[in-house]
């Protein structure tokens, strides 16, 4: 399996990873921890779990797993959402019981999803109980997952606390990430992307994007990990593997790869900004908002449902993945300042109207 150097960390990560959450029979805890192993022999080293995963037994099945392979074989990661320093060691001890390890290669600050998010962690004493716990070598690395725009992001890496950044990345949300690459490029810290098929739409909507697939590519989804692989600034894309075919189809994507050159992918990201008319392309020029909607949240979750056709996806995108509900759209005063700034001359006001009306 290709790997890439994790940021300055010293460790090489293979460009596929296995996400933790899609477990199909979580509890049944040894056949889950089959599909790690058969990840595992296949070259797959870094592995991304965390508490409530899978009704909460996604690091039971990983610790399982982790007993049966060389130590020196894999990378482990976990994660904290808790701003209360106290609860965020508890919980780093609880991981370290249940993964069977003596320490957590990577530990997240788990899911930044509103600017002042890494400010709270700092105050409530998580990012300080982090930082002892590395020095204790309880973890290798302190790293953080965000759902904040590229900007946001940024700012976060540039402090220099966070060795690493997990962020959504994907054919078709780059525009909302590419300064949080940036950003990662020259801070040196490795990035892993989540979601690097949409979660789900990018396979569900193969015949619409198909435009993807070079002559090389066997199929949309491998032309979708690729895009994402290619990039120098991501270290591993992190897929949520449900069964063996999942994991075959995409440690298949990457063997014997030679990385897109820099020209197809730009190639690649006009063709999908100029394929999909409508799209909010997260360039994020609508703001500020006076009432302060999440302007480029709630259209980048209607991006979903144009896709597809659909609210269901609208709705989940909002929740999973930017932790708003769509009550956020009924702040509008449909004042107007943001379309008249829009680079894409959306008509977001009736957009908004639409999502305000959907139930959570
Ligand atoms: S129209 Fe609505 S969303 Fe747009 S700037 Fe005005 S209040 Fe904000
Ligand atoms: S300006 Fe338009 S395209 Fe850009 S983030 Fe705002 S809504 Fe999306």
């Not at 759902?147 to 976060?156: P, S």
Request: charged residues 20%.
């Amino acid at each position: 399996m290709w790997t890439k150097p994790y940021g300055r960390t010293g460790k090489n990560v293979s460009v596929i990873s296995f996400g933790g959450m899609r477990f199909p029979e979580p509890a049944n805890i040894a056949k889950s921890a089959e599909l790690v192993l058969y990840a595992h022999a296949k070259g797959i080293n870094y592995f991304d779990t965390a508490p409530y995963y899978c009704e909460d037994k996604s690091e039971d099945i990983m610790g399982a797993a982790f007993k049966q392979m060389p130590r020196s074989s894999f990378y482990c990661s976990s994660k904290c959402g808790e701003a209360d320093g106290a609860v965020f060691r508890a919980s780093i001890e609880s991981s370290l019981k249940r993964l069977n390890v003596e320490q957590i290669d990577f530990f997240h600050i788990w899911c930044l999803v509103h600017p002042t998010d890494w400010e709270a962690r700092k105050k409530g004493g998580a990012v300080a109980a982090a930082l002892k716990a590395k020095e204790e070598g309880l973890i290798g690395h302190v790293v953080t997952s965000a759902h904040l725009n590229g900007t946001d992001i940024g700012k976060v890496v540039d402090e220099g606390t966070v060795e690493g950044l997990t962020i959504g990345y994907n054919a078709l949300n780059f525009p909302f990430r590419g300064e949080a690459l940036e950003a990662a490029s020259r801070a040196k810290v490795g990035v892993v992307t989540m979601n690097p098929l949409g979660g789900g739409l990018i396979p569900n909507n193969a015949a619409r994007l198909e435009f993807l697939k070079g002559p090389n590519d066997a199929s949309v989804v491998e032309a979708a990990l690729r895009f994402n692989v290619s990039q120098p600034a991501i270290t591993s894309a992190l897929v949520g593997f449900a069964n063996t075919q999942q994991i075959d189809e995409a440690v298949s994507a990457v063997a014997n790869f030679k990385p897109y050159p820099p020209q197809h992918i730009e190639q690649l990201k006009a063709h999908i900004r100029g394929s999909f008319d409508g799209f909010c392309t997260g360039c994020g020029y609508c703001l500020p908002c006076p009432s302060e909607v999440p302007i480029p949240r709630l259209m980048e979750a209607f991006n979903c449902s144009l896709l597809d056709q659909g609210d269901a996806s609208l709705l989940s995108r909002l929740s999973d993945h930017w932790g708003v509900g769509p009550d956020a759209a009924l702040a509008c005063t449909e004042c107007g300042l943001c379309e008249g700034r829009c680079t894409q001359h959306l008509p977001i006001r009736d957009r908004l109207k639409h999502i305000g009306t959907l139930k959570q």
